[in-house]
């Protein structure tokens, strides 16, 4: 996918072919490289989140070591039993439009984001709006590995160990007013170590949001790591967000800034292509994409494809946030 396949190409092509072809020769010869600002200034319709099929090949170099996270306490009760996607996947099989839009591209590229130091800015309907150096931010906050499902909306899916801080314990410390309804989330903005920002694949920053009882579920997570380590860039260093129950874009990358606010801030995938995602974004086997079913999904490293599970398998925890609603409506 990047972003726009030619009108005679339909999503199973593009699919199948780059999967042979090599997804950057794909591009090249169907003349959709670098097609990102003349494309969306045209007008034609976006892609998924993150869509080529081709997983990591044994060319790409691992990425290095992270540094252990020491304090790390396990949740079993909060975790999936299935057996975890291996870290050489999770980490050289990724979404992060910043660095590149093939799947192995932010593996290669991370190099040049530097999550050292890393400053996070508060602000909006909190009691005192500030900036912190990430490791005060987190601080003193419980520090926990949570095995989850993570679905993304092109049809893959993984099952990583991450450690987080509850998102819901920040935020109580954080205060927020009574006004606060919503929580808005942006990754930084830098080309410089984000060198997909200087295309117009996407609007940069990315930005994400939650309602405010989302963002406070005992399964949302602020995640700073993975197998026990620090989080890699290409996924998402120096901390990123978990929701488990939603498709993966919901879980924004490199977070610098997170605002507390009253009304419901916009989403970059819905900006983009609002016929195709939602604010919501909950995984929804009965709700399909424009462009394909999302009934089933591959997990990677596995052959054939089992079945998508209403809210990722996390219904008995999540439902009730969305009663009443019309999960169509508000997909
Ligand atoms: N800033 C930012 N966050 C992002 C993305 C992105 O391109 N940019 N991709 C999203 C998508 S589509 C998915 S599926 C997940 C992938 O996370 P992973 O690469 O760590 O598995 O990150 C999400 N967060
Ligand atoms: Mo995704």
């Not at 906050?141 to 993570?150: A, D, Q, T």
Request: glycine residues 10%; positive net charge; hydrophobic residues 35%.
């Amino acid at each position: 996918m990047l972003i726009k396949r030619a009108p005679d190409l339909r999503w199973s092509d593009v699919t199948d072919r780059s999967l042979y072809l090599g997804r950057r020769r794909f591009l090249r010869d169907a003349g959709l490289a670098g097609l990102g600002l003349a494309a969306a200034g045209a007008g034609l319709s976006l892609g998924a989140p993150g869509c080529s099929s081709k997983e990591a090949d044994a060319s790409v170099p691992p990425p290095p070591p992270g540094a252990k996270l020491v304090g790390l306490v396990k949740n079993p009760a909060l975790s999936a039993t299935e057996p975890m996607t291996p870290f050489k996947s999770i980490t050289t099989y990724n979404n992060f439009y910043e660095l590149s839009t093939d799947k192995e591209g932010p593996a290669e590229l991370a190099g040049t984001l530097r999550p050292r130091p890393w400053t996070v800015r508060v602000d909006g309907e909190v009691k005192a709006p500030a900036s912190y150096d990430v490791d005060s931010l987190v601080k003193g906050l419980p520090l926990e590995e949570r095995i989850y499902r993570m679905r993304c909306v092109e049809g893959w899916s993984m099952v990583i160990p991450w450690a987080g801080v509850p998102l819901a314990a920040l935020l109580k410390r954080l205060e927020p007013t009574p006004r606060a309804k919503f929580v808005r989330f942006e990754t930084l903005y830098d080309p410089a170590q984000l060198p997909g920002q200087s295309s117009g694949v996407l609007p940069w920053p990315y930005v994400e949001g939650l309602r405010l009882d989302e963002a406070m579920h005992p399964l949302t997570l602020l995640a700073i790591g993975l197998y026990g380590e620090t989080l890699p860039g290409q996924d998402g260093a120096r901390i990123r967000l978990v929701v488990p129950w939603k498709y993966g874009f919901k879980g924004i990358k490199s977070i610098v800034k997170i605002t507390l606010q009253e009304t419901q801030p916009p989403s970059t995938w819905n900006v983009a292509s609002p016929e195709e995602y939602g604010f919501y974004s909950n995984v929804n086997p009965t709700v399909d994409h424009p462009r394909w079913s999302q009934k089933t999904e591959r997990r990677i490293g596995e052959f054939g494809k089992r079945d998508t599970l209403m809210f990722n398998g996390y219904a008995d925890q999540v439902a009730s946030l969305y009663a009443g609603m019309d999960l169509r409506k508000y997909f």
